[in-house]
């Protein structure tokens, strides 16, 4: 039963009943002026849990949060004007990342549009360069459609976002439901299957090679393509480096898995992009982070890349043998005809490449420096969280050097278990979206790894996982700066910090401020507490937690490749010259 009274349906009634049939479970919004119709309905429905966040940007990037840990689409709902335009930045971040959410918005009536009316504002046109698709509905009669077609959309192809904007006359008006599956969508014919010659000629150029990399992008985690990732590696015997939005879609520990790649990826994954003559590019696409100096990154190598989106291929990287399709059924059709080659004697030879690789990753192992003052290095902390809430918690990070130590330290084993704004670079994403994580995937346990700078962007969030009973937790990592940026000026502007200090070790007192929104609040400030203070926080699942570690101001993320510059400047510590210079291309 959907408790809402047919009889007595409307616009509005009409969009929750849509939204029921879609099979959506949870709506992240405050409501408004223009979009208050759609919540009186709302507040019948037996099927929809509407979760009343503190701020629009913490709507979206819940909504984020439980797509990418769910792999459900996650739908997000606000009023037209200042609602809306609060939902910008988590629809773009969740267009660069590629993950499936559904924004419904209030518009001002139909007749108002255009005139700057109150809290009007064109958001489908603010948003049509960030979202798939968008619609602006006039007519209650179009509403189960649009939303039929909005989920379908955000969820098929290479998922994104999918704005519904609806006129308040539009959801008053009277209406009859009427629902059904056919859509009405020319031009969007995503394709899946990959063409069987492009197939072949894949095959035939990873058979030559001598020495090939197995690049594997976020788009192998949409796929759901973890299992057919490993049986291709496992058969070839291809090193495998894995992009920050990738990690986990291949197992730390597996033997043939090099790290990341990137401006702050491991030394054996950025050198052997370097030096490989055959780039196998998965779900990826040669992102300005992975490349460095895009003219010089892997000159020797040909390319296969395979994508879902036509749009990618060729767009950074000239391929050599391109491949339109899903990355899950282009592995499992690799893994078929590699297969049948190595059943008739045909195998690569990629022995002398693993001796290289092998003399890599012993040579340079990612490590840290302690700090020598004493204070609490940051990379141990995250590396003690990671071993002691293990692989199968879900680690949700926001953006600085917090998140680069987080895709580095923490060990990650299955897919679906890191969480991080890649493409957007979205400060304060951790909190909403570990909320967001939490309600997706109840019975996991939820780390929101952030810095103290991300932290107070949207720590309001924290009241609502404790009015609705969303334990997450949240490991502070507070050097009382924004640290990456000071990391920067320490490098390139002469130590000139000009206001990257945050006074984050004198106030807000984080442990008040926990405490004020209902939770549980702890303060480390050593070694010998880090260890007690996880394990205290993994026991208490009655309210969130919040865990201010006071990390050293200082500490530098590395290996680094400065931006602009090639892969081959990577350093792994400052004052240092560059690894290529000591011996990575022996």
């Not at 495998?240 to 291949?250: D, E």
């Not at 000026?489 to 000139?496: C, E």
Request: aromatic content about 6%; overall charge negative; glycine content about 10%.
């Amino acid at each position: 039963m959907t408790g809402i009274d047919d009889a007595n349906m409307n616009g509005a009634a009409s969009l929750i009943r849509s939204l029921e049939e879609v099979g959506a479970d949870t709506v992240f919004g405050i409501p408004g002026g223009a979009i208050l119709p759609a919540y009186d309905p709302l507040m019948d429905s037996t099927r929809l849990r509407h979760i009343l966040v503190r701020h629009e940007q913490g709507a979206g990037h819940a909504a984020e949060g439980y797509a990418a840990a769910s792999g459900r689409t996650g739908v997000c709902m606000a009023t037209s004007g200042p609602g809306a335009t609060n939902l910008v930045t988590p629809l773009a971040d969740a267009y660069m990342d590629s993950v499936p959410i559904v924004a419904i918005t209030g518009q001002v009536p139909s007749a108002a549009i255009g005139t700057d009316a109150f809290q009007e504002a064109d958001i489908r046109g603010i948003t049509m360069p960030v979202t798939k698709h968008n619609f602006l509905i006039t007519d209650p009669a179009d509403i189960p459609q649009a939303v039929r077609e909005a989920f379908h959309i955000a969820s098929t192809g290479r998922p994104g976002p999918v704005l519904v904007d609806i006129s308040k006359d539009a959801l008053q008006a009277p209406t009859t439901f009427e629902w059904s599956d056919r859509m009405d969508l020319p031009g969007y014919r995503p394709t899946t299957r990959p063409h069987s010659k492009q197939i072949r000629e894949a095959a035939r150029m990873i058979l030559a090679a001598r020495k090939p990399v197995l690049y594997i992008g976020g788009g192998v985690i949409r796929s759901g393509g973890s299992q057919e990732l490993r049986q291709l590696a496992e058969l070839t015997g291809i090193p495998v480096v894995t992009t920050l939005m990738a990690r986990g879609a291949f197992p730390d520990s597996h033997p043939l898995n090099l790290g990341m790649p990137g401006m702050h990826g491991t030394v054996p994954a950025v050198a052997s992009l370097q030096a490989s003559d055959l780039l196998i590019a998965l779900g990826t696409r040669f992102d300005d982070r992975v490349t460095g100096r895009l003219d010089s990154f892997a000159p020797n190598a040909l390319v296969i890349h395979a994508d879902i989106d036509p749009a990618e291929i060729g767009k950074n990287r000239r391929a050599d043998v391109p491949i339109v399709g899903d990355a899950k059924l282009v592995m499992a059709e690799l893994v078929e005809v590699l297969a049948a080659e190595q059943a008739a004697g045909r195998v690569g030879d990629y022995e002398g490449w693993w001796v290289t690789l092998a003399d890599l990753k012993r040579r340079f192992p990612l490590g840290y420096d302690e700090p020598d003052d004493g204070t609490l290095a940051p990379q141990y902390v995250i590396s003690r969280l990671g071993e002691i809430a293990g692989p199968e918690a879900l680690y949700v990070a926001g953006v600085g050097q917090h998140q680069m130590w987080a895709a580095q330290f923490v060990s990650y084993e299955n897919p679906n278990t890191w969480l991080n704004s890649g493409g957007l670079g979205t400060m304060g994403y951790a909190v909403p979206a570990a909320m967001g994580a939490k309600v997706g995937c109840p019975d996991k346990t939820v780390w929101a790894i952030d810095g103290d700078g991300c932290f107070q962007m949207t720590n309001q969030e924290l009241a609502t996982c404790t009015i609705n009973d969303i334990p997450i937790k949240v490991a502070l990592i507070n050097n009382s700066s924004l640290g990456m940026v000071r990391q920067w000026q320490t490098l390139f502007y002469n130590q000139r910090y000009s206001h990257t200090d945050l006074n984050s070790h004198t106030f807000p007192d984080f442990v008040k401020l926990a405490e004020a929104y209902g939770c549980h609040g702890l303060r480390v400030e050593s070694a010998e507490g880090v260890d007690a203070a996880i394990e205290k926080a993994m026991g208490m699942n009655d309210a969130p937690v919040v865990i201010d570690f006071r990390v050293h101001r200082d500490a530098m993320v590395w290996p680094m490749v400065p931006a602009g510059t090639s892969n081959d400047e990577i350093t792994i510590a400052r004052d240092l010259a560059p690894a290529w210079d000591r011996g990575v291309e022996e």
